[in-house]
DNA sequence: GGTCAAATTTACCGATCGGTACATAATTAA
DNA sequence: TTAATTATGTACCGATCGGTAAATTTGACC
């Protein structure tokens, strides 16, 4: 049996408060002063419960990767819906994220993989990135090559480059969602990378 | 007539290497012991030279539009060369410079676009940003409205929602190649951008 | 050669960084 | 009630942050 003091806040809540503050300011921006602050904690209760800066950032990218990552890959397989539609569905969603008024704009992953190349964040932090940021290119190209509709539309030959040039226009939105462009102006972007894949709408 | 001790160090020189710093680091990232290291000089000659951090930031983002950035706009206005060619040529410049060993990877531009989020980069840099990656999506826009091929093809109806399609991209080759993806994983990117405009090549 | 102006080096400033030692408060088991 | 266990608040650690004061070189002009 646990016998001690119990733990005074809440241990997703937390969690959620620190995915926020790595979602504004990066792995290197976000500072502990912040995170304390943000998820009502103060140090060693941070460090108690999760370790330290590094292994918090990890449990914070894998709870991204949960919550919102899959959200918008749900549409890619969603039934009774044709493949032009679910890949516009999948994007909007995505774009509609990044724009959202009450997140941070722009996309955790895409900003956090952007430090790798700085070389001033730990191993660990930067491989939970790369891995996360895999994971939607998996599902597209999975979808490619899987789906019949693609199949049908010949997309499952080139099933990666296909893949890539979702990935690159998901990350372009995203840094610009992040440099203040609006969803408005980013929508247009939906169509044209649909049609970049052959896919008539 | 100046006189008094001269300068030791290349103006010229040292700027560029505060370039890469940042380019590599991002603002926020880049510490004045690494800039003064690969500047080849220290802290009060950079302070007596160019300012403080931020000067030293605006001039370095003048410096790498008017070198790198200009370099890649200058495709777009190619004589005798097909409109389609012509971006072809553009994105390819880019993406060969987002993945060149020899320079940090991914786009100066993007990476410090994406700080102005964090709220931790002071407002002149800031400004300096966003005036600068306005830069080439005017010239995108110039182009798709008063190119002749580019009417042709009715581009000119909705050439801001063209360029936002091409800038999107640009940003995402430009995250990915940061993430590590190579140049031969890039390219087939172009030409479903291409594509993506209703060019054939 | 002497004088003044400008650039260099060295050493330091207060603030903040990630991380922790220590004492205190709260909870359960005995 | 007491002992053992766990969480909390405070106060601190060495290192680094951006920035600067002061003393020392170097050079151009008279």
Redesign the pocket.
């Known amino acids: ?9 809440d241990k997703h809540q937390a969690l959620e408060a620190a995915m926020y503050v790595f979602w504004k300011k990066g792995y290197g921006g ?5 995170l304390t602050h943000r998820m009502g ?5 941070l ?3 999760f370790g ?3 292994a918090l950032f990890v449990q914070a990218t894998d709870y991204y990767a949960e919550v919102i990552g899959a959200k918008h890959n749900a549409f890619l397989t969603q039934k009774d819906t044709p493949l032009s539609m679910r890949l516009k569905l999948f994007l909007t969603s995505i774009i509609k994220g990044q724009c959202d008024k009450n997140n941070p704009k722009g996309c955790y992953i895409s900003l956090c993989a952007a430090e790798t190349e700085s070389e001033d964040i730990p191993q660990a932090a930067q491989q939970k990135i790369l891995e996360v940021s895999e994971l939607t290119y998996k599902a597209l190209v999975t979808l490619f090559k899987e789906d019949v509709e693609a199949q049908h539309y010949k997309l499952d030959t080139q099933a990666q480059h296909h893949a890539c040039f979702l990935m690159a226009t998901i990350h372009g939105t995203a840094a610009m969602a992040r440099a203040g462009k609006s969803q408005k102006a980013l929508m247009p972007v939906v169509d044209h990378a649909i049609e970049g894949l052959g896919l008539a709408l």
Do not use: C, H, Q, V
Request: glycine letters at 4%; zero cysteines.
């Open positions: 049996m646990a016998s001690g003091r119990k733990l005074t806040f976000a500072s502990l002063a912040e904690i103060n140090k060693p209760s460090y108690a419960t330290n800066k590094e």
